[in-house]
C-alpha cells in the first residue's frame, strides 16, 4: 500500500501546487541527488540538496519548510505541503504510515520506500530517534522497503 497525496492532504493544511491529484508515492527521501521514483522529497537541512534536483530525479511532490523561501523555478502545478517543524513531519508521516500499512493484511504489497540519509535523523539525539524505530517498523513489515545511509 503506497502513500498517497489524499493522506498527506491529511496531515498537511497549508498546500501549494495542484491539490486535486492520484498521486502515489512510491519514494520518501531527504536527499535530492537519490533517484526518487514518483517521489516525495523532504529537505531536513542544507545538505539535502536543491529542490530542482529532486524534480529532475523523480520527484512529484515535497514537504518544505514554512520558514525556506521556495525556490522560483517551482513549477506552479507541483504540490507543496508546508511545515514549521519538518521533522516532526517526517515522525506525523511515519505514524500516519505504519497505521495505513498495519490493517493490512497482504504477505507481499507494494509499500511506499522511506530512503533517509540524515544521520542525526537517524540515531544522534532523543528528538529524532523514535523516528528511526519507525522505520524499522516499516522494513520489519516489508525487508526489501527500506534504505538507510550516511
Known sequence: MYLAFNDLVKL???IKGIKEVDHLYITVTDN???????GLFIPLNDDSGELLEAIANGAIAAIWDKKKQVPK??????????TDNP????????????EK???DK???MNMTKFVFFNKKLLKEN?????????LEKI??????????RG
Request: hydrophobic share 35%; no cysteine; net charge negative.
Open 12 to 14: 498537511f493544511s497549508d
Open 32 to 38: 535530492a541527488d537519490f533517484v526518487q521514483t514518483k
Open 73 to 82: 523555478y517551482t513549477p506552479n502545478h507541483f504540490p507543496l505541503f508546508f
Open 87 to 98: 521533522i516532526e513531519s517526517v515522525r506525523n508521516l511515519l505514524r500516519f504510515y505504519i
Open 101 to 103: 500499512i498495519d490493517g
Open 106 to 108: 497482504e504477505e507481499k
Open 126 to 134: 532523543k528528538e529524532t530517534y523514535d523516528i528511526a524505530v519507525m
Open 139 to 148: 522494513s520489519m513489515k516489508n525487508p526489501d522497503n527500506l534504505e538507510r
